[in-house]
């Protein structure tokens, strides 16, 4: 990883929005969190520290993911288009078992996570999420990212879906990819189609998350400066089976445990670059994470 100078990840929100939506609250959420306020708390322990982008982070050792987010409710209607409105506040973070980056540490990544939601009438969900990436090996600029995104949660049944969605992402401050060539960097963007299929086995769900990121030319570099090219860069399916904690109780949130296996096909000659130099190894279009954690809503 220390081998060139590169940039990669998630939000460094203008300061002044979060203080404008936070502003926006009601005086229900100065009075006490009551039932308008929502958590939820994840680990996730992996093989690898791959990317939503396809960036191999880290493919040795241990990778230990967490995860909290609060859900403030700011609107629900019982009638009308639209039917609820809430903040998402968050961190999320990465710790491995291998110290790696410029300034070798165990902790490689933290990134805030500041977000609204749109739930319509019909099943059409909207999010506007903005994230940056921040580590403390020093490897990396911290760079700030804005990702608008529409979902339709169907119900075919009452145990399956589909849960198709469009996202538009794009990188508002440094590169989210890794960059041999700064001088020639420029901010890009890409669009993922995706679908979600979830089904009940008994008290299991199964989730097999799926989707394709379509890039501009510039959103990933190549050893010698040039852009990685426009298209196709990354497919991925993420089959994932979870079950309830029943024994924790319904007084102390609601626990789940989940396992599963992420594929990536990497399509795009700068992410192979860039990974090339992250791994420290040959160059694979192929990738798998193996997965496994717990997750406590409350």
């Keep these: 990883m220390n081998k060139a100078r590169h940039t990669w990840r998630r939000v460094n929100v203008a300061s002044g929005l979060a203080v404008v939506l936070l502003a926006a609250l009601p005086a229900w959420a100065q009075d006490g969190l009551g039932s308008r306020v929502n958590g939820l708390i994840s680990v996730d322990v992996s093989d690898h520290y791959i990317t939503p982008r396809g960036l191999n982070v880290e493919d040795q050792?241990?990778?230990?993911?967490?995860?909290?987010?609060?859900?403030?409710?700011l609107h629900t209607a019982d009638k009308g288009v639209?039917?609820?409105?809430?903040?998402?506040t968050g961190f999320w973070n990465s710790f491995h078992s291998r110290a790696s980056g410029a300034r070798p540490t165990r902790w490689n990544e933290i990134d805030p996570i500041l977000g609204l939601t749109f739930r319509f009438r019909g099943g059409f969900k909207v999010d506007a999420g903005a994230t940056s990436f921040y580590t403390?090996?020093?490897?990396?600029?911290?760079?700030?990212?804005?990702?608008?995104?529409?979902?339709?949660?169907?119900?075919?049944?009452?145990?399956?879906?589909?849960?198709?969605?469009v996202s538009h992402w794009t990188e508002l401050n440094n590169k989210a990819t890794v960059t041999f060539s700064p001088q020639k960097s420029s901010q890009g963007a890409y669009v993922a189609t995706g679908v979600t299929p979830t089904f009940n086995v008994g008290p299991a769900r199964v989730e097999v998350d799926s989707y394709a990121n379509f890039v501009t030319s510039d959103f990933y570099q190549r050893f010698d400066g040039s852009g990685g090219g426009a298209?196709?860069?990354?497919?991925?399916?993420?089959p994932k089976i979870s079950a309830p904690l029943r024994f924790m109780g319904s007084r102390y949130g609601?626990?789940?445990?989940?396992?599963?296996?992420?594929?990536?096909?990497?399509?795009?000659?700068?992410?192979?670059?860039?990974?090339?130099?992250?791994?420290?190894?040959?160059?694979?279009?192929?990738?798998?994470?193996?997965?496994?954690?717990?997750?406590?809503?409350?």
Excluded at 151 to 158: F, L, P, Q, R
């Design 82 to 88: 639209l039917s609820e409105v809430s903040l998402t």
């Design 136 to 165: 403390a090996t020093g490897s990396y600029p911290t760079s700030s990212h804005l990702e608008l995104k529409l979902t339709y949660n169907d119900a075919w049944s009452e145990n399956f879906s589909l849960n198709p969605y």
């Design 254 to 298: 609601g626990w789940r445990v989940y396992a599963g296996v992420a594929y990536y096909h990497l399509r795009n000659q700068g992410l192979l670059d860039g990974n090339q130099v992250l791994a420290d190894s040959e160059r694979r279009s192929n990738l798998t994470r193996v997965r496994g954690g717990v997750s406590v809503f409350f």
């Design 61 to 73: 050792g241990v990778v230990v993911q967490p995860l909290t987010l609060l859900f403030w409710n």
């Design 231 to 238: 298209g196709l860069a990354v497919f991925s399916t993420y």
